[in-house]
């Protein structure tokens, strides 16, 4: 995959990830980080997902994703993308 196909698959995945809401990410917030790996055109990627709390509230988790290609030089230096995802707030006004 070229560079700009990396950052597009990588972005995919990242917002894949993020429609789960924030209930569901709240459970990978200081878990170990998630990594998949896809094979495409004969080659392997590995994509590495990490969640945090964003604030000391704890109302926005932060989503960071990388992608590497194996190689030495993109497994020190991967593609990243992040993404914050809010709290909604359940009021109950009229």
Excluded: W
């Excluded at 190689?71 to 009021?91: A, E, T």
């Amino acid at each position: 995959m070229t560079k700009i196909q990396q950052k597009t698959f990588l972005k995919n995945k990242l917002e894949e990830f993020a429609n789960k809401g924030f209930d569901a990410l709240a459970n990978y917030v200081d878990a170990s980080p998630l990594t998949h790996e896809y094979t495409i055109d004969n080659k392997t990627y590995q994509i590495e997902i990490e969640c945090f709390y964003d604030t000391d509230q704890k109302d926005a988790i932060r989503i960071i994703a990388s992608i590497d290609d194996g190689s030495l030089f993109r497994s020190i230096f991967p593609y990243s993308d992040s993404m914050l995802i809010q709290k909604k707030s359940h009021s109950l006004e009229p």
